[in-house]
């Protein structure tokens, strides 16, 4: 049988929240574009595992691509955040000194590395910190408040850049990993696992972990990609704690952190591990005894937090120490984004904007008329039967759930639509809601619940439909 053969424009590879932004600056122009991912749905690997901050880029290493592009993005969120209705809270971050050696590394070398990048920090008291965050531990002896930093709904995030792409024109490929690359003079041919063929003027690769596979597939050995682990602990512990605290950064991480999440609750972490299994998902009793150590230097009470769930992402970290971003060596119709570590989300509007200005440029495309930057408000078009709570922990109607599942970029497994609702991320972690949130995708999408996966193909929690008991005949 013929293979089908589909064309475009531009064509992204990856649906994290890197992908999804440069998906959104595409649709943009005149231009038609669409977007490959090989899980069954968008934000589904690093982009979902995260400390959700958006960063000022004040311990960026100065003069970087990396900190170019957080400058940029400090001018261009605030915009983002309106337009797509993304849930954050400039919180500021106090990063805190423990003793008189790290207060010098903060005066020394942190304050100055900021005022490098455009980042103002105000030095604070021991007494100042303790006034404002009593929970912190008394061995402070001082820090520094940064105060463009926040907290953000990572999962929204990514979401949105991608739905608001689909409203413009934009496609969506789910399952569709990407198994053999061709690039050409006036254009890139892209096979995937489907069997679907893609003729493209232009490629842009943000594959994340694996973007140097990709780049392999086309020739490109320039660069490698290697996996960090970062595993992270949530709880709902009222630990007091209304600002991210941060300790004194070491060369390979930001270190462990105390962070308020914009949805509730308070999230510690994340440890900082080389790996080399890029799916090594993995929690360990060691990792979850590092994070409660390393918590007990800020916060004290966190160190003995009750948890409602842990869980591990990956970072991508490249062998140039730097962002990768611009023309493969194989040929300009191939762009690289890559090495876009702990970061990713905070430069990606930034980051967004950049590839798709390349992509403008050397296409050479023009500005469409027509390009809606908005989303619409979540229930506004709600009935009033659809007010009855489905999640009790996190308070979510049916008439959320029901918008989730109608929109242009609906939920593939349950984790999608646990990421684009809030359901399932309480207390009871999906336990008591789960087989209603079953039923409406059944109802809504015609999805049969023994084949609905949780996350990867073949992983639904429903093993056989409750049948009822056969009668015996006699009444009871």
């Not at 690359?181 to 069997?195: M, N, R």
């Not at 780049?215 to 490698?224: Q, V």
């Not at 798709?356 to 027509?370: F, S």
Request: with cysteine; glycine share 10%; charged share 25%.
């Amino acid at each position: 049988m013929r293979a089908r053969t589909v064309q475009v424009d531009a064509l992204v590879i990856g649906g994290g929240v890197v992908g999804c932004a440069v998906l959104r600056e595409l649709s943009r122009f005149q231009a038609t574009v669409a977007l490959l991912e090989r899980q069954p749905d968008i934000c589904d690997v690093t982009s979902k595992a995260n400390s959700a901050i958006v960063h000022t880029g004040f311990d960026a290493p100065p003069g970087s691509v990396e900190a170019g592009l957080l400058a940029r993005a400090r001018d261009l969120w605030p915009g983002v955040i309106e337009e797509l209705r993304i849930p954050y809270l400039q919180t500021g971050a106090v990063m805190v000194a423990a003793g008189r050696q790290e207060m010098e590394a903060i005066r020394q070398e942190i304050v100055p590395k900021a005022e490098r990048n455009g980042v103002t920090l105000s030095e604070l008291t021991a007494d100042e910190i303790m006034e404002n965050l009593p929970a912190v531990t008394p061995e402070v002896v001082g820090g520094v408040l940064v105060e463009g930093e926040g907290v953000i709904d990572p999962f929204w995030t990514t979401r949105a850049y991608a739905e608001n792409a689909v409203r413009n024109g934009a496609q969506v490929y789910l399952e569709h990993g990407v198994t053999g690359i061709s690039v050409h003079a006036d254009g890139v041919t892209v096979e995937t696992a489907p069997g679907t063929i893609f003729q493209a003027r232009i490629v842009v690769n943000a594959a994340g972990l694996w973007s140097d596979e990709v780049a392999r597939l086309a020739g490109d050995n320039s660069f490698r990609i290697t996996p960090r682990k970062g595993q992270f602990i949530i709880t709902e512990d009222d630990l007091g704690i209304g600002q991210i605290v941060l300790p004194v950064p070491s060369k390979i991480s930001k270190g462990i952190l105390v962070t308020p999440i914009v949805f509730g609750g308070t999230m510690l972490g994340p440890t900082a591990e080389e790996v080399t299994d890029k799916t090594d998902l993995s929690t360990t009793a060691e990792g979850l005894r590092r994070i409660r150590q390393g918590v007990a230097k800020l916060v004290p009470d966190a160190a003995g937090a009750s948890t409602i769930r842990q869980f591990a992402g990956l970072r991508a970290v490249s062998s140039t120490g730097d962002y990768i971003v611009g023309p493969s060596p194989t040929g300009r119709r191939l762009i690289t984004v890559a090495g876009i570590r702990s970061t990713g989300l905070s430069v990606s509007p930034a980051l967004g904007r950049h590839v798709a200005e390349l992509v403008r440029d050397e296409l050479n495309l023009a500005a469409r008329g027509d390009f809606d930057p908005t989303l619409p408000e979540l229930l506004a078009e709600a009935r009033e039967d659809e007010g009855d709570v489905i999640c009790l922990c996190r308070a979510i109607t049916r008439g959320e759930i029901l918008e989730a599942l109608r929109s242009p970029l609906p939920p593939a497994t349950l984790d999608g639509l646990k990421r684009r609702t809030g359901a399932m991320l309480g207390d009871c972690q999906g336990n008591i809601c789960m087989p209603r949130l079953i039923e409406l995708l059944r109802r809504e999408l015609g999805r049969d619940p023994l084949t609905l996966p949780k996350n990867v193909r073949g992983s639904s929690p429903v093993v056989s439909p409750v049948r009822a008991p056969a009668s015996s005949g006699r009444e009871r």
